[in-house]
């Protein structure tokens, strides 16, 4: 069967995209207020509940999506593994395997589902075991989706589309102030490092940690105190995972963001306190929690978090590997490894990994993606991003 174009894929996703939105503002899962800031987590639910309404649509076995037709003339079409371009090719089996999990759902379970999609909590009293796993996989695949350039250019107007649809009753227009991140095109004069050492974490471009006491001098805002400490750790992240560096060549926006949430997760392991109050940055200098304005405290409350939460997991880990030992049985891949490895190759189906019954290793690599995305949305993160996709394109190059 002839593969479809990946055109009609993205303007069949972005149609879906807009009626799933439409959907849960009618439902008040979401509300106009948020679809108007486009936060960073919306970015995710968004895709995320696409997802979940195309599995509630499917009737087909192996599961395929049936797309919107282009005119009242034409006949209808389905995606499916034999017309699927390459590139959404992952995403469709991942997407298929949790079809007959989300259709097993008792109504009320499936609503639950939407639910936490949202970031709410459940009604149910008694919630199904997997949802939350299901919730995992769809937002791990949204995430992915969310990443692509061609998602981002065309985000704002899919918001905008759902917010104006109905705003004539109110009067007011809202606007959706998502945009997307800059594009690098490399300049023909530009000398590309000659080894991913040229750009590590010791260059001007990506400060080191040290044991100096002055940089935090009183004037500066807490916001680039920790932007410049994510960024010191950049060029780590790139030298240690090579592959980051071949994603640079050929999708530099979603290369940006893993190399971000590698980074988050480097400063969450290595830079939070022991009592969970501050984290040690850029030269050696500690940031608390209070010494943050109030509008920035949930995200440095949530980067403290992840340090905290990947502690856990290596407790468990070592834990759980101690037990093996103990009765001579292989020892499983850590979690952190499995969450590592889907930042940095994104989710794969199930059959090609190591599922875990509450998928926690997707579930903390989603946390430190969501991070990811909401930080990289500030706007100091932003003055910044031309110039760190300069250095990271001369990396890849």
């Known amino acids: ?13 972005h149609s879906y995209l807009k009626s799933s939105l439409a959907q849960a503002k009618a439902e008040r ?64 089996r991942v997407w298929a395997e949790m079809v007959p999990q989300i259709q097993r759902l008792a109504p009320e379970h499936q609503h639950d589902l939407a639910r936490i999609i949202c970031g709410l909590e459940p009604i149910s009293q008694q919630v199904h075991l997997p949802i939350n796993g299901i919730a995992a996989n769809l937002r791990a695949v949204a995430i992915e989706i969310s990443q692509r350039r061609s998602f981002q250019d065309r985000y704002a107007s899919d918001l905008q589309a759902v917010l104006d649809a109905g705003d ?23 000398t590309p490092p000659t080894s991913p ?15 100096s006491p002055s940089f935090l001098a009183p004037s500066t805002p807490a916001i680039e105190f920790i932007r410049e400490t994510l960024y010191a750790s950049l060029g780590d992240a790139l030298e240690r995972h090579p592959s980051l560096r071949r994603l640079l060549k050929r999708d530099p926006p979603r290369a940006y963001f893993a190399s971000v949430a590698f980074a988050i997760l480097d400063v969450a392991t290595t830079a939070v306190s022991a009592d969970g109050t501050s984290i040690v940055g850029v030269l050696g ?15 440095m409350m949530e ?10 997991l290596e407790e468990a880990d070592n834990a759980q590997a ?13 979690i952190l490894d499995r969450a590592r490895m889907v930042l940095q190759e994104g989710i794969v189906p199930e059959n090609e990994r190591r599922a875990s019954v509450e998928g926690r290793a997707v579930a903390f690599a989603n946390r430190i993606n969501a991070l990811s995305l909401a930080m990289t949305k500030l706007r100091p993160f932003k003055e910044r991003q031309e110039e760190v996709f300069k250095v990271l394109a001369g990396i890849g190059s």
Do not use: W
């Open 1 to 13: 069967m002839t593969q479809l174009p990946e055109q009609l894929i993205q303007d069949s996703f």
């Open 29 to 92: 899962l979401l509300d106009a207020d948020l679809l108007s800031s486009a936060q960073a987590d919306l970015m995710i639910t968004g895709p995320a509940l696409c997802l979940y309404f195309a599995a509630l649509r499917s009737t087909t076995n192996p599961p395929s999506v049936p797309l919107p037709r282009l005119s009242k003339n034409t006949s209808p079409i389905d995606l499916s593994y034999e017309n699927c371009p390459p590139v959404f090719a992952r995403f469709l």
């Open 168 to 190: 004539g009753r109110s009067g007011t227009r809202k606007k959706a102030s998502f945009v997307p991140p800059p594009v690098y095109e490399e300049s023909p004069t530009s």
């Open 197 to 211: 050492r040229s750009y590590s974490s010791s260059s001007p471009s990506f400060p080191k940690r040290s044991n």
């Open 285 to 299: 200098t500690p940031l608390a929690v209070s010494d943050c304005p109030p509008e920035l405290r949930p995200f």
């Open 303 to 312: 980067l403290i978090g992840i340090g905290m939460q990947a502690r856990e």
């Open 322 to 334: 101690m037990e093996c030992a103990r009765k001579g049985e292989d020892i499983p891949e850590p």
